[in-house]
């Protein structure tokens, strides 16, 4: 399970790191579950951004709400950021269990990012390595299985909907070019739907509504969608099931 945050475009890092510490820390929006008690995400945190067409990326097993290294990213001058705090919900709290993983195929450098448990016991190509022991680490895989690092709406849909014991498999997935986000869950509606921000001058997924952006206009993804971002023109499509 995760709190996370996709920026594309024109933004201040400073203000999506205040957000996504709001969220990891349980200050921010209510949902199944936190209803009863304080839910928060400090089993680690990532985060992935461009400079000169280069991933830049840290992990960290520490709280984010704890860790002083997140301070030296509220510079970072880029127009590309994600951002993802874990609470686990398999393999243990160390760094290798850390989001994003990685995976290059074809000149294509991936990362990915997930919110969610898959239970089922996913296949993936020989050819990946896992570092860690989480199941998202492996749905990685698996999605990337026999893409030869080509990725569309279509083949994404056709491998998620194989998978039939998991709470959600929520995602970020991106090549930095292009990015697949999902809206894919079995349970706690609330808690699983992204939100996606479409502006003139770019795009923001996130788990939440960020407190920073909250006058915007917003508009919660229904269960199933895949959105596309094309990271040039901030290009943005959302694909419903019935679509597959």
Same mark, same amino acid.
């Given at each position: 399970?995760?709190?996370?945050?996709?920026?594309?475009?024109? *933004?201040?890092?400073?203000?999506?790191?205040?957000?996504?510490?709001?969220?990891?820390?349980?200050?921010? &929006?209510?949902? $199944?579950?936190?209803?009863?008690?304080?839910?928060?995400? @400090?089993?680690?945190?990532?985060?992935?951004?461009?400079?000169?067409?280069?991933?830049?990326?840290?992990? #960290?097993?520490?709280?984010?709400?704890?860790?002083?290294?997140?301070?030296?990213?509220?510079?970072?001058?880029?127009?590309? =950021?994600?951002?993802?705090?874990?609470?686990?919900?398999?393999? &243990?709290? %160390? =760094? /290798?269990?850390?989001?994003?993983? $990685?995976?290059?195929?074809?000149?294509?450098?991936? =990362?990915?990012?997930?919110? @969610?448990?898959?239970?089922?016991?996913?296949?993936?190509d020989k050819c990946f390595?896992?570092?860690?022991?989480?199941?998202? &680490?492996? =749905?990685?895989?698996?999605?990337?299985? @026999?893409?030869?690092?080509?990725?569309?709406e279509n083949r994404l !849909? !056709? +491998?998620?909907?194989?998978?039939?014991?998991?709470?959600?498999?929520? *995602?970020?997935?991106?090549? @930095?070019?292009?990015?697949?986000?999902? !809206?894919?869950?079995? &349970?706690?509606?609330?808690?699983?739907?992204? +939100? %996606?921000?479409?502006?003139?001058?770019?795009?923001?997924?996130?788990?939440?509504?960020?407190?920073?952006?909250?006058? $915007?206009?917003? +508009?919660?993804?229904?269960?199933?969608?895949?959105?596309?971002?094309? #990271? !040039?023109? *901030?290009?943005?499509?959302?694909?419903?099931?019935? /679509?597959?």
């Amino acid at each position: 399970m995760c709190r996370m945050i996709f920026a594309l475009g024109q *933004f201040d890092a400073d203000l999506l790191i205040n957000d996504f510490i709001a969220m990891a820390s349980d200050q921010n &929006e209510k949902h $199944e579950k936190n209803i009863y008690k304080v839910f928060k995400h @400090g089993d680690g945190w990532g985060i992935a951004y461009l400079q000169n067409d280069s991933f830049q990326i840290f992990r #960290s097993p520490k709280p984010v709400y704890e860790d002083p290294q997140l301070e030296q990213f509220r510079d970072v001058k880029t127009n590309f =950021l994600i951002l993802h705090a874990r609470k686990a919900s398999k393999g &243990e709290v %160390v =760094l /290798e269990n850390v989001h994003p993983f $990685e995976a290059k195929l074809n000149s294509n450098h991936y =990362l990915f990012f997930h919110n @969610g448990t898959i239970r089922d016991n996913i296949q993936f190509d020989k050819c990946f390595q896992p570092i860690g022991a989480t199941d998202s &680490e492996r =749905l990685f895989y698996y999605l990337m299985t @026999g893409s030869k690092g080509q990725i569309d709406e279509n083949r994404l !849909s !056709s +491998k998620l909907l194989k998978i039939k014991d998991y709470t959600a498999a929520n *995602f970020i997935l991106t090549n @930095g070019k292009i990015t697949f986000t999902t !809206s894919w869950y079995s &349970e706690n509606p609330n808690y699983y739907t992204l +939100k %996606v921000l479409k502006k003139s001058d770019g795009v923001i997924v996130a788990s939440e509504v960020l407190p920073h952006y909250s006058k $915007e206009n917003w +508009k919660k993804l229904d269960n199933y969608d895949i959105v596309k971002v094309i #990271s !040039s023109n *901030f290009d943005l499509k959302i694909s419903k099931r019935n /679509e597959y």
